[in-house]
């Protein structure tokens, strides 16, 4: 500071170039430190937020995937699973949503060539389509049906992102209703609770006898579901095929040594689970029979899901072999019959997601470390700051555990 002197005394005159530029220095010096530790702790709180968040969102999406997973192949009280043999079959069942064909000494097998999106098979309870792709690094795309193996559904296709597993449920509801009185499938018949069932909707109506039935209620009122089968074309008769109802009346369906059987109606389920987009962010996504080619969102920041089968070693004691992918040989056949057959083979599903955060964290991460094993799968991703993290399960099919 300059100082004059003025009647005797020093009086001052003012900050000197050298003195301000000290002070403006010393002020930059604590700007710059308080903003590191601002941009610190929003780095922090970006990426806690982005760890909360996945954790979160991949909790939600586990429990989801447990709970209807496990619920793959439950047919009321007509286990596909034979609790003697402990082998899998599938129930003597009749689907009413497609027709039968014959072929010159064969059986009658049911015919779902009408059936593009592979939505009513509910003989294959439980099927996966395997990524042939990689996933693109950014921003992800959706991919064409040949991306897959087995190749995409029609209903699915065009939702799904390229390098993302598809799995694909099917099962009765938990809930049921039970039947009252007399059962002809060919006209009517009356359930414990008018509401349960709608007019329009797919059910299936199952016993204790092993038995199972697909039909479309095409009428519905005070309890009475009457189904017509000009819309449901296939026509029951009362040969030896193993796949038709030993009678039409309500004794010889639901009847074994002699004494009757309950018979229950439950709502028949489809769920075909993948990775879409909203935008250009990932988000899980499921399809079901509400609208099945219109997926609803699930959860968000689901960046990849893989897949893999657990597999029967043949003992017939619901123990798991070997882990498999959905395009593996144990899974693929030359007939659609020949897969139904091997996907009942499924004891087990392991699931692993990829979840990212929805902000950009700042986490320092380069090409070396940005690869992520999901489910024996090397996922690379691109180095974009964001929190990464991979979430693990194994699931059991419930109906498979015969020995429990």
């Not at 286990?79 to 010159?104: I, M, Y």
Request: overall charge negative; proline content about 4%; aromatic content about 8%.
């Amino acid at each position: 500071m300059r100082t004059i002197e003025r009647n005797g005394r020093l009086v001052p005159r003012g900050l000197s170039l050298i003195e301000i530029l000290v002070a403006l220095a010393i002020a930059a010096l604590l700007l710059l430190g308080l903003s590191q530790v601002f941009i610190g702790s929003k780095s922090a709180y970006r990426l806690q937020e982005g760890m909360s968040r996945s954790q979160e969102n991949a909790r939600f999406v586990m429990q989801y995937l447990e709970d209807n997973v496990r619920m793959a192949g439950y047919m009321g009280c007509a286990n596909d699973v034979d609790l003697t043999t402990k082998n899998s079959t599938p129930p003597a069942f009749l689907n009413h949503l497609f027709p039968r064909t014959s072929v010159a000494g064969q059986p009658l097998v049911q015919d779902f060539s009408s059936d593009a999106s592979n939505i009513y098979r509910f003989s294959r309870p439980i099927q996966g389509y395997e990524a042939s792709a990689a996933m693109p690094d950014a921003p992800p795309s959706l991919g064409a049906t040949g991306d897959w193996t087995p190749t995409l559904p029609a209903n699915i296709a065009g939702q799904a992102v390229k390098g993302t597993d598809v799995l694909v449920l099917r099962f009765f509801s938990e809930e049921s209703t039970p039947v009252i009185g007399a059962f002809d499938p060919r006209t009517s018949f009356t359930v414990g609770d008018a509401n349960f069932v709608r007019a329009g909707g797919v059910y299936g109506i199952s016993s204790c006898g092993s038995r199972a039935d697909i039909f479309r209620a095409t009428a519905s009122a005070a309890g009475v579901i009457t189904t017509t089968l000009a819309s449901n074309p296939l026509t029951l008769t009362t040969g030896a095929d193993v796949n038709t109802w030993t009678g039409i009346n309500s004794a010889a369906l639901f009847s074994q040594n002699g004494n009757v059987l309950n018979a229950e109606v439950h709502e028949a389920r489809y769920l075909a689970i993948f990775v879409g987009l909203r935008g250009t962010e990932p988000v899980l996504k499921v399809a079901d029979l509400s609208n099945p080619a219109a997926a609803q969102e699930l959860a968000d920041n689901v960046e990849n899901m893989q897949l893999t089968y657990g597999l029967s070693d043949g003992s017939g004691n619901g123990v798991v072999g070997s882990y498999v992918k959905a395009n593996a040989a144990d899974l693929t056949g030359a007939t659609e019959a020949e897969m139904d057959a091997k996907w009942r083979g499924v004891l087990s599903v392991r699931v692993g997601l990829l979840m990212r955060g929805q902000d950009l964290a700042g986490v320092g991460q380069t090409a070396n470390n940005n690869t992520y094993v999901v489910v024996d799968e090397n996922l690379a991703r691109p180095v974009d700051g964001r929190f990464r993290d991979v979430y693990e399960t194994t699931v059991a099919l419930r109906n498979r555990l015969v020995n429990y």
